[in-house]
């Protein structure tokens, strides 16, 4: 004959006192209760399932009282009666709430964030700063696509964001005019699901599926305002030597034409970078685009001014401090300012224009009379342009010094010779 087992009231589980070892307290039906030897109590229960003996934990009394655990213990036999094991239902459950949260972290914030820290040893410091800038102007904001709808995917699990998602983003950045912008954020998301693909985050590139011909169109090829007939070189060059702004602002600016590196650059530029007996500029990896350590030779001109600035320098580590904040280089902004004090308006010059300015002269004067018989590599190289097939590259920075400081030295010359 079968045991019965006498079913527990609550006056015989609160009267139930610790023992010196674990023991159980028996309702039936194969719940129990469980009494530790510092007094916790805990309901599981025992059951068959495919022949095997099984337990699994219910809850902690008082929390879950008698009657609710009499209540989940018949729900869980249901469940065993339609050939569901209790356990596993419970472990595959946990299993998608775990993932559940992990998707909340995998964010398109979060994982850009990953992607932007892990990009910082790619490229400068200026050009990674405007890649967050870029996210959080672009990227972490909300666009009003109609009057009933509004599209962010800053929060929204990266592997959920759809390619609609991006069009509709791309799509409005260009319709309010910024074509080009749009096109670099295009190529921002791109490396950011490759990031996210390779790390698992999300299973598939979707930008790699946008046609961006199509969503954006053809892409206008930007050319920065510069000038190149020789009137107009002599008058900014004049100007720039007329210039009465702030000491450093002014030696800065009658840097500049020589070396037509990007303001960055310029602004950035210490004086333990300046090789004054090699006539060389060594500009570290960290400060340039496409993180290669760059040397750049210097001509004359360049040095005479170096020299004279070295003369009346402050304490600073930088060639030109800014005059406003101790221990920092000048603004971007203090040259275009300067400009604008000058009479040029954004349209018809901007810092970037002296790259402009000399690669258009340096090609147009290729193997003229008076002008020099440097090849077109020689030209790129002095642009600090990566070079595609890296083997080459490597070759020519090295095989170019001389033609390179040739090249830049026969420019000086001829923007002195404009200017007179």
Request: avoid cysteine.
């Amino acid at each position: 004959m079968a045991r019965t087992t006498k079913p527990l009231t609550d006056k015989e589980i609160n009267h139930t006192k610790p023992r010196e070892k674990e023991y159980k307290l028996f309702d039936g039906g194969g719940l129990y209760l469980i009494v530790t030897p510092k007094g916790h109590k805990r309901w599981r229960l025992k059951y068959q399932f495919n022949g095997k003996e099984k337990r699994i934990a219910l809850g902690v009394y008082p929390a879950l009282t008698l009657s609710e655990a009499r209540l989940q213990r018949e729900a869980l036999k249901k469940q065993i009666q339609e050939g569901l094991d209790p356990a596993e239902k419970r472990k595959a459950e946990k299993e998608t709430n775990k993932q559940i949260e992990v998707k909340k972290e995998n964010t398109f914030k979060n994982i850009s964030q990953l992607w932007l820290k892990s990009y910082e040893s790619e490229v400068s410091e200026n050009y990674h700063h405007k890649l967050g800038v870029a996210l959080r102007k672009h990227l972490y904001t909300t666009y009003t696509i109609s009057k009933e709808k509004k599209l962010s995917i800053k929060d929204k699990p990266i592997d959920e964001i759809t390619r609609k998602d991006i069009i509709a983003i791309l799509e409005d950045i260009k319709n309010q005019g910024f074509q080009e912008t749009s096109k670099r954020i295009a190529l921002i998301l791109n490396k950011i699901f490759k990031f996210a693909v390779t790390h698992e985050y999300t299973p598939h590139n979707i930008i790699a599926d946008i046609d961006l011909l199509i969503v954006l169109g053809k892409r206008e090829k930007k050319h920065y305002p510069t000038f190149t007939k020789e009137k107009d070189i002599r008058g900014l060059l004049l100007s720039i030597d007329e210039y009465r702004g702030d000491y450093f602002t002014q030696m800065a600016l009658k840097v500049f034409p020589y070396l037509f590196v990007r303001s960055y650059n310029i602004r950035f530029m210490e004086w333990k970078e300046i090789d004054f007996d090699a006539k060389e500029w060594v500009i570290p990896a960290d400060k340039m685009k496409m993180k290669k350590e760059f040397i750049l030779p210097l001509p004359q001109q360049v040095i005479t001014l170096l020299e004279e600035l070295k003369g009346n320098s402050t304490d600073s580590d930088y060639v030109f401090p800014s005059f406003r904040s101790d221990g920092k280089p000048l603004s971007e902004n203090t040259f275009v300012s300067a400009f604008r004090r000058m009479g040029y308006t954004k349209e018809e010059f901007v810092p970037h224009g002296f790259r402009a300015m000399f690669a258009t002269i340096a090609y147009e004067k290729m193997n003229e009379e008076k002008g020099h018989d440097y090849t077109g590599e020689v030209i790129e190289a002095l642009l600090a342009h990566k070079e595609t097939n890296t083997v080459k590259e490597a070759y020519n920075r090295s095989n170019y010094k001389e033609a390179m400081k040739g090249l830049i030295e026969w420019y000086a010359d001829y923007l002195d010779e404009v200017k007179k």
